[in-house]
């Protein structure tokens, strides 16, 4: 057990549509909550402690080092080496542990309350710049770019899979494949949500 936790976190701001109140913490691991743990992975913490990198440049991935919760990162390292020996797809940008409150009720500042999965390296976003947080969707997601048109697009870049193949997540591709084998996908979570660059322990 670590001695210390550190972490650094905000809250989002729903009507300014950014973070804010960002704030420090460092203190005894034994006084770390329950609200810091991960509910559905007691072992992943919030603490940075509690996080492992992972040096996707090691892969063959050009890209700079990521932490995920120690529980996970010697899957999400297999994961992504099965994704960049495939040749089938071309990682650009990943997201990891990333402490915040940006889901949950919104207070009456308009803030978040609850922790993302991010914040205890219980997720992984991949591409967000070509696959984005969509809300509103009536449909499933297979791999058509019409499929969204309805829904509204909130953070990352417009999916278009048959424009962009070897950058978009789809159902039928090699990132599903490798990463399901352990998680879920945000682009196939129940509701009309669909976080398609998402995956984590739930998929939210």
């Known amino acids: ?30 006084e770390v909550t329950d609200e810091e743990r991960d509910p559905h992975v007691p072992a992943c913490t919030i603490c940075r402690e509690d996080q492992v990198s992972i040096d996707p440049k090691a892969l063959g991935i ?11 990162a010697e899957q999400i390292q297999k994961a992504l080496q099965q994704i960049a020996d495939s040749g089938q797809f071309d990682i650009e940008k990943l997201e990891g542990y990333r402490p915040g409150k940006t889901r949950g009720k919104i207070d009456e500042n308009g803030l978040r309350t609850q922790w993302s999965q991010h914040s205890f390296g219980t997720a992984i976003d991949i591409n967000a710049h070509k696959n984005a947080i969509y809300s509103h969707c009536p449909n499933k997601l297979t791999a058509k770019a019409e499929e969204v048109k309805s829904c509204k697009k909130g953070i990352g870049g417009a999916w278009q899979p048959e424009k962009y193949p070897r950058l978009s ?31 984590s322990v739930t998929g939210y």
């Open 1 to 30: 057990m670590p001695q210390t936790c550190t972490y650094s976190a905000y809250a989002w701001d729903t009507r300014k549509k950014r973070s804010t109140q960002h704030f420090t913490v460092s203190k005894p691991y034994h």
């Open 62 to 72: 050009s890209h700079d080092s990521i932490m995920i919760c120690h529980v996970y």
């Open 169 to 199: 997540i789809t159902k039928d591709n090699i990132v599903y494949q490798a990463m399901t084998k352990f998680w879920k996908w945000g682009g196939e979570i129940d509701g009309t949500t669909k976080d398609i660059m998402h995956f």
